[in-house]
């Protein structure tokens, strides 16, 4: 069984580009969610995707976007990045239902650090 | 809306010390309780959970107990190890959809032989 991958492990983009970075989830794992975790901070919510469908979106503004596809893999694209998007990008899957409550348990990726300049 | 309140590091232990990291947690409805473990290089691990009120998750010698009363639920351990020197994040589920993870914002813990 293999465990939650991302790509790629580094990125560097400058102030107004676009970033794609991808998610691989656990085997049987229908659900994704991706944080933001600024240099000695917390992982910060950005969303969560369920069978597809976003199920759940933290404070963040909208050039965040994501997307899951039918194998369960997903993408988190940035748009017009900013200096403050430099972060590390965590995903995590779960096994989880959209009415689960904490039953099912975040298996989280190694991340992908993203520098802005 | 729903927050985890962690106590700041860093700490620095001896082998053997008890070790406690205080964590409070301020939220609407019934989360669930987590403490994750990152080691250094790693990702995220889940170290244990409490789903309600007067559980306790327990791991590795590692210990809490979800206290809504106080809205607590603080990590301990009784005797700590080098192995232990990791950063540690308290969290929670809960949120609007009850989907959404709320983290702490980590205790760097150093334990000296």
């Known amino acids: 069984e293999t465990g939650v991958t991302q790509s790629p492990t580094h990125l560097i983009k400058t102030r107004g580009q676009q970033v794609t970075l991808r998610c691989s989830s656990q085997?049987?794992?229908?659900?994704v969610s991706w944080y933001q975790q600024a240099l000695g901070q917390g992982p910060q919510f950005i969303f969560q995707?369920?069978?597809?469908?976003?199920?759940g979106r933290g404070n963040f503004p909208p050039r965040f976007s994501g997307l899951q596809f039918p194998n369960y893999s997903s993408e988190l694209n940035v748009n017009a990045l900013e200096l403050d998007d430099s972060a590390l990008y965590l995903c995590?899957?779960?096994?989880?239902?959209?009415?689960?409550?904490?039953?099912?348990?975040?298996?989280f990726g190694p991340g992908t650090r993203l520098t802005v300049l | 809306g729903d927050s985890v309140t962690q106590m700041e590091g860093p700490v620095t232990l001896s082998e053997e010390a008890f070790l406690t990291i205080n964590c409070t947690y301020t939220a609407t409805g019934y989360p669930s309780l987590f403490w994750y473990v990152q080691y250094p290089g790693e990702g995220l691990q889940l170290l244990l959970k409490?789903?309600?009120?007067?559980d306790k998750g327990s791991n590795k010698g590692f210990e809490a107990t979800y206290r809504k009363e106080t809205t607590s639920f603080h990590l301990e351990k009784g005797s700590v190890q080098v192995s232990d020197s990791a950063v540690y994040f308290c969290a929670l589920r809960g949120g609007p959809t009850g989907n959404q993870f709320y983290f702490g914002t980590g205790t760097s813990l150093t334990v000296i032989p």
């Open positions: 409490a789903t309600k009120a007067d």
């Open positions: 995590a899957s779960s096994p989880g239902t959209s009415g689960s409550r904490g039953r099912h348990i975040q298996f």
């Open positions: 995707y369920y069978r597809e469908e976003e199920n």
């Open positions: 085997s049987g794992h229908n659900t």
